[in-house]
């Protein structure tokens, strides 16, 4: 009885018979994952595997697509994310995403962060300020802006444009992040930098990365989850996974065979 | 070889161009030049007088009425098109399902390839009348000029804004919604933002528009040159 609610404790958001259409297309089949708290996930997979389309259903940021439908549900906090009565932009506040391209907002560095804070009703200035920068220096960003916060974001170079988005992400202090490839774009400098983040940020965030860089998600992640073609394969520990894959299909690309 | 394709293909560009530019220049000189007899006849009365009595001896030409009579046409105008286009492009953006949005985008087009004379007639026959009826005192008024003109630009307003709106990254959209921004929010104060130059854009090809159209202008308010400043008198 003990163990049962340590475990579900344990879990923080939880995937149930999940499926999901584009149009006609299946792209997601049956998928079942508990996601740890303040743990890194990493989803893998080859291209189109729906990993992305997992993870943007989680922020329920696909609802903008018209086409896009689901069965199943994803519980978050002992909540039905897809539930009618679900207030989506306190939810959203919770679960923040990270795309793979940094878009900054068209406004100084520091309205960026700040604007999150504000449509969540915050009016205290010297509180947006101290959270500005808190959040610039968890993001590992405030040293190479601090001194030129109000010029504007497109300014930044895509690696500094990335952390900065990540620190409008953090400053809504969400319980969860999801990051949809967020080096991809990146040179190995800015990756890094990224990924030591990262393994920061876990002490107080849930993390929950697709990733189509397979090193990377080795080397950061707690738990792996392999998808192919629409349908969880294998998940588990990133030690266990990496050494003994139970799957054909895990070790074929892990071994780089598909992919 | 290929060297001397682009240099060809460079010149040929250039050339296009620059013919364009030279006979807009020579257009723009001409005027100035044949003008310049008449400005010297009327001398700087052609910008401080309200008269105009081309045909009285002697002539009177002053053209401050229609200056003044153009320019607050123009703004009147702009002041109900730009938001009203705005909103209707806001609308197609952001609110509209597909559905909605396709017979939107139809309707507009149509309605922006209606000739203006017709949208004159239209103005002439229905509103005038009812005008009339709310107590105008002509049936030709700087009132219903700006009617007509609200209807004749505002479907091409709406559809440059939209696309003004829509040619943004829709990951900005996706990023701005992804952090709990509402709808609105993200639409007004992101995306229209971010769109703004496009936006601009829209504003002054509207009041170009409005400025150069001549034809429901000069149905709808009539051919007499007074000042119009009470919206309702002719």
């Known amino acids: 009885m003990q163990n049962d609610v340590i475990i579900k404790n344990d879990v923080i958001i939880r ?10 297309k299946q792209v997601l089949k049956n998928i079942n994952i508990d996601f740890k708290r303040n743990k890194i996930s990493a989803i893998i997979g080859p291209s189109g595997c729906g990993k992305s389309t997992l993870l943007r259903s989680i922020n329920r940021i696909n609802d903008e697509i018209t086409s896009y439908k689901i069965s ?22 919770r679960v923040g995403m990270v795309f793979q391209k940094p878009v900054p907002f068209p406004m100084s560095v520091y309205e960026n962060v700040a604007f999150g804070l504000r449509i969540h009703g915050m009016k205290n200035k010297i509180k947006i300020d101290n959270i500005v920068e808190k959040s610039l220096k968890q993001a590992a960003l405030w040293d190479e802006v601090k001194d030129e916060l109000h010029k504007s974001a497109y300014e930044l170079s895509g690696g500094q444009q990335q952390r900065l988005v990540i620190a409008r992400a953090i400053a809504v202090d969400p319980e969860v992040i999801l990051l949809d490839e967020p080096t991809s774009a990146l040179d190995p400098i800015a990756t890094q930098r990224i990924e030591r983040l990262l393994e920061e940020l876990v002490e107080n965030y849930t993390i929950i990365i697709v990733t189509h860089n397979l090193p990377q998600a080795i080397r950061i992640s707690d738990y792996i989850y392999f998808m192919y073609q629409g349908e969880l394969i294998e998940s588990g520990l990133t030690s266990e996974i990496i050494k003994s894959p139970k799957n054909q299909l895990t070790e074929d690309y892990l071994n780089g065979r598909i992919g | 070889m290929r060297e001397l394709k682009n240099t060809i293909n460079t010149f040929i560009i250039k050339s296009v161009a620059l013919s364009g530019i030279i006979a807009l220049i020579l257009i723009f000189g001409f005027v100035i030049r044949e003008s310049i007899p008449a400005l010297r006849e009327v001398g700087m009365e052609i910008f401080t007088s309200f008269d105009w009595f081309p045909t009285y001896d002697p002539p ?108 943004i990254d829709k ?35 509207t009041v170009n528009r409005i400025i150069g159209e001549t034809m429901v202008v000069l149905m709808a308010a009539g ?10 008198i002719p």
């Open chain 2, 60 to 167: 009177a030409y002053g053209i401050l009425t229609m200056l003044i009579n153009s320019i607050l046409l123009t703004i009147f105008s702009s002041l109900i098109v730009i938001p009203l286009g705005y909103i209707i492009a806001f609308f197609m953006y952001d609110y509209a399902g597909n559905f909605e949005k396709k017979m939107m985008k139809g309707a507009i087009d149509l309605l922006s390839g209606v000739p203006s004379v017709i949208i004159g007639m239209f103005l002439i026959i229905y509103i005038s009348p009812w005008m009339l009826e709310i107590g105008a005192w002509s049936s030709e008024n700087i009132l219903l000029a700006s009617i007509g003109l609200t209807i004749l630009s505002l479907p091409y307003t709406a559809s440059l804004m939209e696309e003004a709106m829509s040619s």
């Open chain 1, 72 to 93: 199943g549900e994803i519980i978050f906090e002992n909540e039905n994310i897809y539930d009618k009565e679900l207030d989506l932009t306190i939810y959203r506040k």
């Open chain 2, 223 to 232: 051919g007499q040159i007074c000042f119009l400043f009470p919206f309702l």
């Open chain 2, 171 to 205: 990951n900005l959209k996706e990023g701005a919604l992804a952090l709990g921004t509402t709808r609105f929010t993200t639409g007004f104060k992101i995306v229209s933002r971010a769109a703004l130059s496009g936006i601009f854009n829209a504003i002054i090809l």
């Open chain 1, 15 to 24: 995937v149930n018979n999940f499926n999901a259409w584009y149009g006609e």
